[in-house]
């Protein structure tokens, strides 16, 4: 089975740094996204990481430890615009099924 | 290309009635995904196609859901009968290969009162 958990909530401020983080327990694993989802809008991805280490874009990053079962998704120089939830999703063995965690709700305030 | 389409966008209906929620996948992306978000589960699979045949159809919740990809440009996934417990938003996504990221449609958000 897959069990992956996230934090419900995080507030933090603009122009600040905040980090997500995602801890996975699955039969199998080829691979971790993250995908950011606005409210009322449909999920987008961020990130992948399949290899052990830290994937950099921008004012985002993406760290993966694979013996920890350990993600987390770094988010610099805040912005208002960056309140969204954040899903973690973990891809099977087969590669061909993504699971979601539940989500991690971030507010930036000013 | 447009994106991966839903329609509709929204549908509220009484319980009992049938409901056929449709997507229009990305073209040349060969493996169709139907999800269901809520509150409490948050985003579960309920089954995905790949070149137009169901591979995995373990996440559908009961009998009362099916779905269908007639062509490569085509899936629905029908719910009936409806009941008050399906309400949720439904999303799309649609990838080239298995692994790949997933494109997500804008989803429909269904209302069974």
């Known amino acids: 089975g897959q069990n992956i958990d996230q934090p419900t909530e995080m507030t933090a401020t603009e122009g600040a740094i905040v980090q997500i983080n995602c801890t996975y327990q699955?039969?199998?694993?080829?691979?971790l996204f993250w995908y950011q989802q606005h409210a009322g809008e449909a999920p987008t991805f961020l990130s992948y990481?399949?290899?052990?280490g830290l994937e950099e874009k921008g004012r985002f990053s993406s760290f993966l430890s694979r013996s920890k079962g350990y993600s987390y998704l770094l988010l610099k120089e805040l912005q208002m615009k960056d309140s969204a939830s954040y899903l973690c999703?973990?891809?099977?063995?087969?590669?061909?099924?993504?699971?979601f965690g539940g989500g991690t709700r971030l507010m930036v305030k000013p | 290309d447009a994106g991966v389409i839903q329609s509709p966008r929204h549908e509220v209906t009484e319980m009992g009635q049938e409901v056929t929620l449709r997507c229009k996948p990305i073209s040349g992306h060969d493996y169709l995904f139907w999800y269901r978000q809520t509150m409490m589960r948050g985003l579960e699979l309920l089954i995905y196609?790949?070149?137009?045949?169901?591979?995995?159809d373990s996440g559908m919740p009961e009998d009362r859901f099916s779905a269908k990809m007639p062509n490569a440009s085509f899936s629905t996934l029908k719910i009936q009968p409806s009941e008050p417990r399906d309400s949720a938003v439904y999303f799309c996504a649609t990838t080239r290969l298995a692994s790949d990221i997933q494109y997500f449609g804008a989803g429909t958000r269904l209302s069974v009162l």
């Open positions: 999703a973990v891809i099977n063995n087969a590669g061909n099924m993504l699971t």
């Open positions: 196609f790949n070149n137009n045949v169901p591979i995995d």
């Open positions: 699955t039969s199998g694993f080829n691979g």
């Open positions: 990481n399949v290899l052990d």
